[in-house]
């Protein structure tokens, strides 16, 4: 169950995204970490794990879909709500295979995001 220190890092290179998703998970009692790029996500890994990772599908650079990848590669497991303003044929199946818990649509719906991030932190403490 979430408690008031549960730190979700939220990853996306549209700095307005970030922004809200900051707001509504602080809303929602979560600590939010917010980065610009997976890159700037993966050289906060040294100063600890988010219980929950959100990052969004199409960036520049490293996408999210790579950086789960990477993630998986490197034996780190966190908990990942994938975010996306473009549905296509076979991601939602490409984003689990890759370890994502959840794929969410932009513009995104408040309660399916936060149910989303407490499934997936649920999840991780059962298995």
């Given at each position: 169950m979430?408690t008031p220190?549960?730190r979700v890092?939220?990853?996306?290179?549209?700095?307005s995204v970030?922004?809200?998703?900051?707001r509504?998970?602080?809303?929602?009692?979560?600590?939010?970490?917010?980065?610009?790029?997976?890159?700037?996500?993966?050289?906060?890994?040294d100063t600890?794990?988010?219980?929950?990772?959100?990052?969004?599908?199409?960036?520049?650079d490293l996408?999210?879909y790579?950086?789960?990848r990477q993630?998986v590669?490197?034996?780190?497991h966190i908990?990942?709500?994938?975010?996306?303003?473009q549905?296509?044929?076979?991601?939602?199946?490409r984003?689990?295979?890759?370890g994502?818990a959840?794929?969410?649509?932009?513009p995104l719906d408040?309660?399916?995001?936060i149910?989303a991030?407490?499934?997936?932190i649920?999840?991780?403490?059962?298995?």
């Amino acid at each position: 169950m979430m408690t008031p220190s549960t730190r979700v890092a939220v990853v996306d290179d549209d700095a307005s995204v970030r922004k809200a998703l900051a707001r509504l998970l602080s809303a929602s009692s979560f600590e939010t970490a917010t980065y610009g790029s997976a890159q700037d996500f993966l050289k906060s890994l040294d100063t600890g794990r988010p219980a929950c990772l959100v990052v969004d599908l199409h960036m520049p650079d490293l996408t999210g879909y790579e950086l789960q990848r990477q993630l998986v590669r490197s034996g780190i497991h966190i908990p990942t709500v994938v975010i996306t303003g473009q549905s296509e044929p076979g991601l939602r199946e490409r984003c689990k295979s890759a370890g994502a818990a959840a794929l969410l649509l932009k513009p995104l719906d408040a309660s399916s995001l936060i149910g989303a991030i407490n499934e997936a932190i649920r999840h991780e403490s059962v298995g």
